[in-house]
């Protein structure tokens, strides 16, 4: 068909016309979504901003939108993904790591990042004034010497050029990048953060990342963050988040109905759980996210009774009604521990070796240890710091422990003197518990059961030392394909669930209530809220 001249400039003019409208139209969508704000509410403010320093979830969940590491791992597959690093290399030994940053990524105040600027933020988590996070580096060459005050710098952290970085390992060790992705290792500005000294990332003080979002204002009642215009990859579709810190329910309940609280982040799994199947059915949902948070109960391997006492260790696990504990305790919020690694990490695997409830195996095992009902034992202490929830527990362990003759002497500590006393072996019994720094099981291993003097680098507790153990978990860090990693990371598990020098309780599981509008709502591993894809309809939208 041949168009004359005038219905061909007709057409095109339609043409452009349309495209003018659709351009209209996604730039009022994009000017709307930036006006957009997600308030959440949050049990209490942080202490601190600061990724060397980060310990409550609430820090980790603001500090997941602010800051970055530089690479981004999946625990599904063992893939990682790059973040701040735009790409990386390992050596054939899986002992030299060269990172490249991507060029002309900016912080929030425009400096480029640097690999000057990786290497400040690593070193930093070295120095037991500023961190307690120095054990995750402690595989890179000259991190002992450092702690041990023989050397001023880390020879193992190296600067090629202004966008490399290169870090030399003393072992080998193929699950480096994991390490690399975790929050504690998010980078920051070392000219801002030289300047702010031990100040930096307290209430009042301004802090520096490259994250998608950045700090607007933090005062009593609210912390806002902004949209970060100068972000180089995907852009977050909010403008704005909000952050709330109550604990008061009627409040709480009172904001979320008026729609003026989006997500509770902060509430108990019975809270939330009443509330979705109440009046705020219909608009708010509920999501359940089991983290990587473990709670467990050790011996101490070096001390009597439980030391050189196996079959009395099996007899203690066998007669704690772990399901019932955890109903009560945790309610929607935990879930029992099968094995030592959640499921999330390795699968249930073999369970033929796991000790559940049933008491007359514990008075079999007691009888075998040489203490049928508890006789010929002194009472028991069981060690406990002083944070919310631990007494409930002891007393429950009390009480299940009662019922075949064991005498429980509950015993509370503060929370600084106790970790002292945890790392001098004073107890025989105690509480404990673990936050994985970053979704790799390695984490939870190493840092819980690796041989050796304890020290400022370790967390053994248990003072267990098993040269198997130490052998699997050498060749899982030296091994390349993901499934047989997992494998001696499996065998490992084993060996602890036999030897039992912990006995697994729960796993955390984070509950939130969310509006009905709030779209992209995901959460990973470490219950970190991903703010990129969270979306929500602008106000008056229907």
Same mark, same amino acid.
């Given at each position: 068909?041949?168009?004359?001249?005038? /219905?061909?400039?007709?057409?095109?003019?339609?043409?452009?016309? =349309?495209?003018?409208?659709?351009?209209?139209?996604?730039?009022?969508?994009?000017?709307?979504?930036?006006?957009?704000?997600?308030?959440?509410?949050?049990?209490?403010?942080?202490?601190?901003?600061?990724?060397?320093?980060?310990?409550?979830?609430?820090?980790?969940?603001?500090?997941?939108?602010?800051?970055? =590491?530089?690479?981004?791992?999946? *625990?599904?597959?063992?893939?990682?993904? =790059?973040?701040?690093?735009?790409?990386?290399?390992?050596?054939?030994?899986?002992?030299?790591?060269?990172?490249?940053?991507?060029?002309?990524?900016?912080?929030?105040?425009?400096?480029?990042?640097?690999? /000057?600027?990786?290497?400040?933020?690593?070193?930093?988590?070295?120095?037991?004034?500023?961190?307690?996070?120095?054990?995750?580096?402690?595989?890179?060459?000259?991190?002992?010497?450092?702690?041990?005050?023989?050397?001023?710098?880390?020879?193992?952290?190296?600067?090629? #050029?202004?966008?490399?970085?290169?870090?030399?390992? @003393?072992?080998?060790?193929?699950?480096?990048?994991?390490?690399?992705?975790?929050?504690?290792?998010?980078?920051?500005?070392?000219?801002?953060?030289?300047?702010?000294?031990?100040?930096?990332?307290?209430?009042?003080?301004?802090?520096?990342?490259?994250?998608?979002?950045?700090? =607007?204002?933090?005062?009593?009642?609210?912390?806002?963050?902004?949209?970060?215009?100068?972000?180089?990859?995907?852009?977050?579709?909010?403008?704005? @988040?909000?952050?709330?810190?109550?604990?008061?329910?009627?409040?709480?309940?009172?904001?979320?109905?008026?729609? /003026?609280?989006?997500?509770?982040?902060?509430?108990?799994?019975?809270?939330?759980?009443?509330?979705?199947?109440?009046?705020?059915?219909?608009?708010?949902?509920?999501?359940?996210?089991?983290?990587?948070?473990?709670?467990?109960?050790?011996?101490?391997?070096?001390?009597?009774?439980?030391?050189?006492?196996? /079959?009395?260790?099996?007899?203690?696990?066998?007669?704690?009604?772990?399901?019932?504990?955890?109903?009560? @305790?945790?309610?929607?919020?935990?879930?029992?521990?099968?094995?030592?690694?959640?499921?999330?990490?390795?699968?249930?695997?073999?369970?033929?070796?796991?000790?559940?409830?049933?008491?007359?195996?514990?008075?079999?095992?007691?009888?075998?240890?040489?203490?049928?009902?508890?006789?010929?034992?002194?009472?028991?202490?069981?060690?406990?710091?002083?944070?919310?929830?631990?007494?409930?527990?002891?007393?429950?362990?009390?009480?299940?422990?009662?019922?075949?003759?064991?005498?429980?002497?509950?015993?509370?500590?503060?929370?600084?003197?106790?970790?002292?006393? @945890?790392?001098?072996?004073?107890?025989?019994?105690?509480?404990?518990?673990?936050?994985?720094?970053?979704?790799?099981?390695?984490?939870?291993?190493?840092?819980?059961?690796?041989?050796?003097?304890?020290?400022?680098?370790?967390?053994?507790?248990?003072?267990?030392?098993?040269?198997?153990? #130490?052998?699997?978990?050498?060749?899982?860090?030296?091994?390349?394909?993901?499934?047989?990693?997992?494998?001696?990371?499996?065998?490992?598990?084993?060996?602890?669930?036999?030897?039992?020098?912990?006995?697994?309780?729960?796993?955390?599981?984070?509950?939130?209530?969310?509006?009905?509008?709030?779209?992209?709502?995901?959460? #990973?591993?470490?219950?970190?809220?991903?703010?990129?894809?969270?979306?929500?309809? *602008?106000?008056?939208?229907?």
């Amino acid at each position: 068909m041949k168009l004359d001249r005038r /219905e061909v400039c007709f057409r095109i003019r339609c043409t452009a016309a =349309s495209a003018a409208f659709v351009v209209l139209v996604l730039f009022s969508i994009w000017a709307a979504a930036k006006d957009v704000t997600a308030t959440i509410q949050i049990a209490q403010f942080p202490f601190f901003l600061d990724p060397a320093k980060i310990s409550t979830y609430e820090e980790k969940l603001i500090c997941g939108a602010v800051y970055e =590491s530089l690479l981004a791992y999946d *625990p599904d597959n063992g893939s990682s993904k =790059s973040a701040l690093a735009e790409k990386w290399k390992v050596n054939e030994a899986g002992t030299v790591y060269t990172f490249t940053l991507r060029k002309n990524t900016p912080f929030h105040n425009g400096k480029p990042v640097s690999a /000057e600027d990786v290497k400040f933020s690593w070193e930093r988590l070295i120095d037991p004034e500023t961190s307690s996070y120095g054990y995750l580096l402690n595989n890179v060459q000259g991190v002992e010497g450092v702690l041990k005050g023989q050397s001023g710098h880390v020879e193992g952290l190296r600067i090629v #050029d202004a966008h490399t970085l290169q870090v030399t390992l @003393l072992e080998p060790d193929y699950t480096f990048p994991a390490l690399v992705s975790s929050p504690a290792l998010g980078i920051v500005c070392q000219d801002f953060v030289q300047k702010q000294g031990k100040a930096y990332g307290k209430p009042g003080t301004g802090i520096i990342g490259t994250g998608p979002f950045c700090l =607007s204002s933090w005062n009593k009642n609210r912390l806002t963050l902004i949209n970060n215009r100068r972000y180089d990859r995907k852009a977050p579709y909010l403008g704005k @988040l909000e952050f709330v810190a109550t604990r008061d329910q009627q409040e709480i309940k009172r904001l979320f109905q008026d729609g /003026e609280v989006d997500i509770l982040a902060g509430v108990t799994p019975q809270f939330a759980n009443s509330y979705c199947k109440g009046d705020g059915k219909e608009r708010a949902y509920l999501v359940k996210k089991p983290v990587l948070s473990l709670y467990f109960l050790g011996f101490n391997l070096e001390k009597r009774p439980f030391g050189d006492q196996v /079959e009395l260790r099996r007899g203690v696990n066998s007669m704690l009604d772990k399901e019932k504990m955890a109903s009560f @305790l945790l309610g929607e919020g935990g879930k029992v521990l099968n094995g030592f690694l959640p499921s999330e990490l390795l699968g249930d695997g073999d369970q033929s070796r796991r000790y559940v409830f049933d008491k007359n195996n514990a008075l079999k095992l007691l009888a075998s240890a040489g203490n049928p009902y508890g006789s010929r034992l002194p009472p028991l202490v069981l060690a406990y710091n002083d944070s919310t929830g631990h007494e409930l527990l002891v007393r429950l362990v009390q009480e299940n422990l009662g019922q075949v003759g064991l005498a429980i002497v509950p015993q509370k500590r503060p929370w600084g003197e106790y970790q002292e006393e @945890l790392m001098s072996g004073q107890y025989p019994f105690f509480r404990l518990g673990w936050d994985a720094d970053y979704p790799e099981p390695g984490n939870i291993l190493l840092s819980n059961f690796k041989s050796g003097k304890l020290d400022k680098l370790d967390y053994n507790f248990t003072r267990y030392n098993n040269e198997k153990l #130490d052998l699997l978990l050498i060749k899982a860090r030296g091994e390349q394909d993901f499934r047989k990693r997992q494998e001696f990371y499996r065998q490992a598990e084993e060996l602890i669930i036999t030897d039992l020098p912990v006995i697994p309780l729960f796993q955390r599981v984070a509950v939130f209530v969310v509006q009905k509008g709030i779209k992209g709502f995901h959460v #990973d591993m470490l219950g970190r809220i991903d703010f990129i894809d969270l979306t929500k309809p *602008p106000r008056g939208s229907k």
